[in-house]
């Protein structure tokens, strides 16, 4: 028999609880008796009567609990006690207490109290508490989605240095898409899962790129977000080029899109030495059209919708896939001859009113190469086409509803549909708006159902002013709306619904080019 | 092509987990869908920090390390310490640097012209106990005389409940912290009603604290030296474990006080009427034990002074005037903010207008994690934090939100025996706009009167915002 104790100084525990613990100590192979119990003078007594006085208990303060053990063998016996610290420690069932009754997390802290193994924050609280809520975020090994706008651009270069020294994805500040692991967040659509891998510095540019993969019967690997600023020289490329190193890496990814305005140069330069690095092939959308470099791998795309299509084709090897017809995934190839032109003829004028900024810009970039000059933006390629607000123009307007002057007080346009179907009577009533030009982007976050919204409006518009209407509608059957009751929805109220935002834009400008031409 | 630069090989993406599980700040629309496409999430109930000095705030979060770093030793100092109770003295004989002219007082500083009702009718009390003056009248002008120096107990390593006066001839408790060999002192417990502590002054009122001296202190000084002493952290722990917060609820403490105490008043007697009465008297005063658990708590955290850059609050006490607060990393610097009005349960005849605005140093108990942060051990007075078990175990649950920590060895039951919240951060308590609750008597505004009333009060967030602009201040000088 080997006999072991142990004082543990300063430690209270209720007797009912020291009982419980003796008991489990004594239900131990091997342990023939055990005993847990504060030191008072009276215990001792009893251990003493009981014959469980073990060397070195005696030596204890009334204020300290003693253990003792008396079992078969050396090892069994610490076993034994170190059962019994474990369960003092514990104050027998500390902790224990169920998370459902935690009250609700207030911190980051305590959510992670709540669910110990996550792994990525999603914040969209106001920009200026924003960013301190991401360092905390990253500080506690969490990756960050940063949705949250007005955030200083200092402040994302130091988060997102912060972020990369310990091996955490930063998105943001100002992302409003992504898709990890399949799984959308914040504006995302249900997507397919698949070999293609994106890294976007563009929002509703991820969200177009992603979809046109999903309809073309392709998926996505990943879907990194970095904020429309990370190619900027203050940021210098370092989620782009850390997200596209992911992607590099990544046994999932096959084919690679990188999706961003045109970078800092310094930045485009290491982005194409990584892609020099890597033989899966990259696909890379600038917004513009651009001379690549050297490089096999590299697929330049000129737009949104012609990345996707590149992209699909190195994934597949098909090589018949094109932009706009025949995708097997309920693709729409808007027949041109069909539709009607308005008969008045001062009905010449584009009025696009976009919610996707990204989109929005697609657009005045086909319009500058279609029409050879730019178009009145809130949002110009030019500073000198900037126009204000909703003030009447008599040109072509591209307009972003989803910018900061129209959301103030009002959901973004993609939520709430008010402003544009506002915006579109109004225009349709002057005498020379021919073309309205619509995104309609779908998914989580977005109005459940915009056809709704939308086509009692476009069927009104086209009826009273023979205007033409075409919709670009960015979303997948999976999506909650279900892209094809949407599209349907549209169609029957008289618009021109089409595959891409390029497409769409295609058609617009060249209806207006024929209706200037007569 | 030439390409001039390498890829930079220190920006990489640790692979990702299989499993995404988020943590959702902001819209909630968000986490719906995270949550309608089955992963997992949980919501934040995000409030914007308690400050408008986002600078200070920035301060703080910069030197992160630093301040946890001096956290994890004040925690670390305040979870070994180990009150014992070693007996009773003249406050003239054992506290340092009090003198005959010095009257002790509960909370920050403040002058007679700032003092409120209750606390001037104490410091009449104390005077005439004193016998410096014979009339009320010549009490206060004495005391607003200048002649008079006037301090917070808390710079002299003592506690008072309310009013918490202490001039030099009265009897004090010694309690001291074992772990680190400090001591703090608090005067014996009057009992309800009429009574010094509440500001009250008429001839029943001093004439007990004569008795107190002359009787009780002795008596109890006796019996408690020839125990030795008596472990305050063990009784406090095991007073929580039956139905005492500490504060508000003593029965318990009281209870086992009285246990340990009376076979020691029987051998130490020099008579037996007076001992009757001193056993009498601690019996039929439930708050008795209050005086013990104060000095104990203060005895505790006193040990964690002075560690730099800490963001532990160390102290809360008011004065009724003000509410007082200071932190182990900013030294003996007090940073105030108005003393708000309890939300109490008031005796018959009493209201809310009656009330004196918060007053007291036996916030030290809550301080400790004792108190409101432990109302979930004391069911018997729910009733003051709205009727129900339940709504004390939100409180003491929202308590953790601002701690650093929880004690090892004070543990509630009704939580499954978790430890009491403990440590209150600055940080957190900005962070989560959430002040430490409080459980308190209430005292009547106008001198002589008494208490009114008892209930729950929350700090008001000026004091913790001052300092944290204090602590951030001290930081960013180095």
């Known amino acids: 028999m080997h006999t072991e104790s142990v004082i543990i100084k300063g430690k209270y525990l209720d007797s009912v609880k020291l009982m419980l613990i003796s008991k489990e100590m004594r239900s131990q192979t091997g342990v023939s008796d055990a005993v847990a119990i504060m030191a008072t003078p009276e215990n001792l007594a009893i251990l003493q009567a009981t014959g469980m006085m073990v060397n070195g208990i005696d030596t204890a303060d009334p204020a300290d609990i003693c253990i003792g053990v008396v079992a078969e063998t050396e090892d069994i016996a610490s076993q034994v006690i170190d059962l019994a610290r474990d369960r003092i420690a514990k104050g027998f069932a500390s902790g224990a207490e169920s998370s459902a009754a935690e009250s609700k997390p207030r911190t980051i802290d305590s959510a992670l109290r709540i669910m110990p193994r996550a792994n990525l924050t999603l914040i969209s609280v106001a920009g200026k508490y924003a960013a301190r809520e991401a360092r905390k975020a990253l500080s506690r090994g969490l990756h960050v989605m940063l949705f949250s706008d007005n955030v200083s651009i200092e402040?994302?270069?130091?988060?997102?240095?912060?972020?990369?020294?310990?091996?955490?994805?930063?998105?943001?500040?100002?992302?409003?898409?992504?898709?990890?692991?399949?799984?959308?967040?914040?504006?995302?659509?249900?997507?397919?899962?698949?070999?293609?891998?994106?890294?976007?510095?563009?929002?509703?540019?991820?969200?177009?790129?992603?979809?046109?993969?999903?309809?073309?019967?392709?998926?996505?690997?990943?879907?990194?977000?970095?904020?429309?600023?990370?190619?900027?020289?203050?940021?210098?490329?370092?989620?782009?080029?850390?997200?596209?190193?992911?992607?590099?890496?990544?046994?999932?990814?096959?084919?690679?899109?990188?999706?961003?305005?045109?970078?800092?140069?310094?930045?485009?330069?290491?982005?194409?030495?990584?892609?020099?690095?890597?033989?899966?092939?990259?696909?890379?959308?600038?917004?513009?059209?651009?001379?690549?470099?050297?490089?096999?791998?590299?697929?330049?795309?000129?737009?949104?919708?012609?990345?996707?299509?590149?992209?699909?084709?190195?994934?597949?090897?098909?090589?018949?896939?094109?932009?706009?017809?025949?995708?097997?995934?309920?693709?729409?190839?808007?027949?041109?001859?069909?539709?009607?032109?308005?008969?008045?003829?001062?009905?010449?004028?584009?009025?696009?009113?976009?919610?996707?900024?990204?989109?929005?810009?697609?657009?005045?970039?086909?319009?500058?190469?279609?029409?050879?000059?730019?178009?009145?933006?809130?949002?110009?390629?030019?500073?000198?086409?900037?126009?204000?607000?909703?003030?009447?123009?008599?040109?072509?307007?591209?307009?972003?509803?989803?910018?900061?002057?129209?959301?103030?007080?009002?959901?973004?346009?993609?939520?709430?549909?008010?402003?544009?179907?506002?915006?579109?009577?109004?225009?349709?009533?002057?005498?020379?708006?021919?073309?309205?030009?619509?995104?309609?982007?779908?998914?989580?976050?977005?109005?459940?159902?915009?056809?709704?919204?939308?086509?009692?409006?476009?069927?009104?518009?086209?009826?009273?002013?023979?205007?033409?209407?075409?919709?670009?509608?960015?979303?997948?059957?999976?999506?909650?709306?279900?892209?094809?009751?949407?599209?349907?929805?549209?169609?029957?109220?008289?618009?021109?619904?089409?595959?891409?935002?390029?497409?769409?834009?295609?058609?617009?400008?060249?209806?207006?080019?024929?209706?200037?031409?007569? | 092509m030439e390409l001039k630069n390498k890829p930079v090989g220190t920006l990489s993406i640790n692979a990702l987990d299989k499993d995404i599980q988020v943590i959702n700040i902001g819209l909630k629309s968000f986490a719906d869908t995270l949550r309608s496409v089955k992963t997992p999430v949980v919501e934040v109930d995000w409030q914007p920090p308690a400050t408008t000095d986002l600078k200070a705030l920035a301060v703080l979060d910069r030197h992160q390390d630093t301040i946890d770093k001096a956290n994890e030793k004040v925690m670390q100092i305040i979870q070994s310490g180990k009150p014992l109770l070693l007996g009773l003295d003249i406050a003239r004989n054992v506290i340092p640097g009090m003198h005959n002219d010095l009257i002790l007082h509960a909370g920050p500083p403040v002058t007679w012209e700032r003092m409120c009702g209750s606390m001037r009718g104490a410091i009449i009390g104390a005077i005439l106990y004193e016998g410096k003056a014979q009339t009320i009248e010549e009490a206060q002008h004495l005391a607003g005389s200048g002649d008079l120096e006037f301090a917070p107990c808390y710079e002299y390593d003592s506690v008072g409940p309310m009013a918490g006066i202490v001039t030099a001839s009265m009897p004090v408790f010694i309690v001291r912290n074992q772990t680190y060999d400090n001591y703090a002192y608090c005067t014996q417990n009057e009992g309800l009603g009429k009574v010094l502590r509440y500001g009250a002054y008429q001839p029943e009122v001093i004439e007990r604290l004569r008795w107190m001296e002359q009787i009780l202190y002795p008596c109890l000084d006796r019996a408690i030296r020839s125990l030795g002493s008596i472990d305050l952290g063990n009784l406090i722990a095991q007073a929580l474990q039956m139905g005492d917060e500490v504060h508000n609820r003593n029965r318990a403490g009281t209870s086992l006080l009285f246990r340990h105490l009376a076979p020691a008043l029987i051998r130490t007697m020099k008579d037996t009427e007076d001992t009757a009465k001193v056993l009498e008297f601690i019996n039929g005063n439930d708050h008795f034990f209050l005086n013990l658990s104060m000095p104990a708590a203060k005895s505790i955290l006193d040990a964690a002074k002075g560690i730099d850059h800490s963001s532990i609050v160390l102290t809360m006490a008011r004065n009724g005037t003000d509410f007082g607060v200071r932190l182990a990393g900013t030294g003996d610097a007090w940073f105030t903010g108005k003393a708000p009005i309890p939300d109490a349960l008031y005796f018959p005849g009493y209201s809310k207008e009656d009330a004196n605005p918060d007053i007291g140093d036996s916030s030290i108990t809550e301080t400790a994690g004792w108190g409101g942060f432990a109302i979930a051990s004391a069911p018997a007075i729910v009733q003051f934090v709205g009727g129900k078990a339940s709504d004390a175990m939100r409180y003491t649950r929202s308590m953790y939100e601002i701690c650093a920590g929880e004690s090892r060895y004070y543990q509630i039951p009704s939580l499954d025996f978790r430890g009491t919240p403990l440590g209150i951060d600055i940080r957190k308590v900005i962070e989560n706009d959430l002040t430490p609750f409080i459980d308190t008597g209430v005292a009547h505004k106008d001198p002589g009167i008494g208490q009114i009333g008892a209930g729950v009060v929350q700090a008001p967030i000026e004091p913790f915002n001052l300092a944290m602009t204090g602590l951030a201040d001290t930081l960013s000088k180095e």
């Open chain 1, 155 to 518: 402040a994302e270069r130091e988060l997102k240095e912060y972020a990369l020294s310990r091996g955490l994805l930063m998105m943001g500040a100002d992302c409003g898409t992504a898709i990890i692991n399949g799984i959308p967040l914040a504006f995302a659509n249900q997507v397919r899962c698949g070999n293609i891998g994106i890294v976007s510095a563009a929002g509703t540019g991820l969200q177009e790129v992603s979809c046109l993969i999903h309809n073309k019967g392709c998926g996505i690997s990943q879907a990194f977000g970095t904020g429309g600023r990370d190619g900027k020289k203050q940021i210098g490329g370092l989620m782009l080029m850390a997200c596209l190193q992911y992607l590099i890496d990544d046994a999932d990814t096959k084919v690679i899109v990188l999706i961003s305005k045109v970078p800092d140069q310094e930045v485009m330069d290491q982005i194409w030495s990584m892609i020099a690095t890597t033989a899966k092939p990259a696909v890379v959308a600038l917004m513009v059209p651009f001379a690549p470099p050297p490089l096999k791998n590299v697929h330049p795309a000129p737009n949104l919708a012609a990345a996707a299509v590149l992209a699909c084709r190195l994934a597949t090897g098909d090589q018949t896939l094109i932009g706009n017809g025949k995708g097997q995934n309920g693709d729409i190839y808007p027949n041109r001859k069909l539709i009607t032109l308005p008969r008045e003829p001062k009905r010449v004028r584009l009025c696009a009113l976009y919610s996707g900024g990204t989109l929005s810009y697609e657009a005045q970039v086909i319009y500058h190469q279609k029409m050879d000059r730019y178009a009145y933006s809130n949002a110009p390629l030019e500073p000198s086409y900037r126009i204000d607000g909703l003030t009447e123009s008599m040109e072509d307007v591209i307009l972003d509803l989803g910018a900061d002057e129209f959301t103030v007080g009002r959901l973004h346009p993609m939520i709430d549909y008010a402003l544009r179907v506002k915006v579109i009577e109004d225009f349709s009533k002057r005498e020379d708006t021919g073309v309205i030009l619509l995104d309609v982007v779908l998914g989580f976050g977005s109005h459940p159902a915009p056809q709704e919204e939308l086509a009692p409006v476009i069927s009104k518009v086209i009826t009273e002013h023979g205007v033409v209407v075409i919709c670009t509608v960015v979303g997948t059957d999976e999506d909650p709306q279900n892209r094809s009751q949407v599209i349907a929805a549209l169609k029957a109220s008289g618009a021109v619904v089409t595959g891409s935002n390029a497409e769409a834009c295609e058609i617009a400008m060249s209806i207006i080019q024929t209706l200037r031409r007569s």
